[in-house]
Nanobody, 119 residues
Framework: EVQLQAFGGGLVQAGGSLRLTCTGS????????IGWFLQAPGTHREVVSC????????NYEDSVKGRFTISSDNAKNTVFLQMNNLKPEDSGVYYC????????????WGQGTQVTVSS
């Protein structure tokens, strides 16, 4: 059974940093893409960053470029999201997701982690 779990969120002031961690089981990260998704209050879940397990290619949504860095430790089925210079608009619940590529996602979600950035 595919399972994903995100953790590492918290409350931070604007300009601060957080590091999110996604762990998975039931599949190998090297065969899929892993993405970080943000669901802000009243909005749909949207991808902010993605990494391909096959070639480690990364993608970022424009608003986080230069501030967020996604990385992976495939041996541990773990993906990280280093978030620097956080802004209030980065607040919400972050989930990690799995897909066949950074543009095709499966409907598999685990527990998200809340990030709150105060101004």
């Amino acid at each position: 059974e595919v399972q994903l779990q995100a953790f590492g969120g918290g409350l931070v002031q604007a300009g601060g940093s957080l590091r999110l961690t996604c762990t998975g089981s039931g599949f190998s990260f090297t065969d899929y893409a892993i993405g970080w998704f943000l669901q802000a209050p009243g909005t749909h879940r949207e991808v902010v960053s993605c990494i391909s397990g096959k070639d480690s290619t990364t993608n970022y949504e424009d608003s986080v470029k230069g501030r967020f860095t996604i990385s992976s430790d495939n041996a541990k089925n773990t993906v990280f999201l280093q978030m620097n210079n956080l802004k209030p608009e980065d607040s919400g619940v972050y989930y990690c997701g799995v897909g066949s590529s950074c543009w095709t996602w499966y409907d598999k979600w685990g527990q998200g982690t809340q990030v709150t950035v105060s101004s």
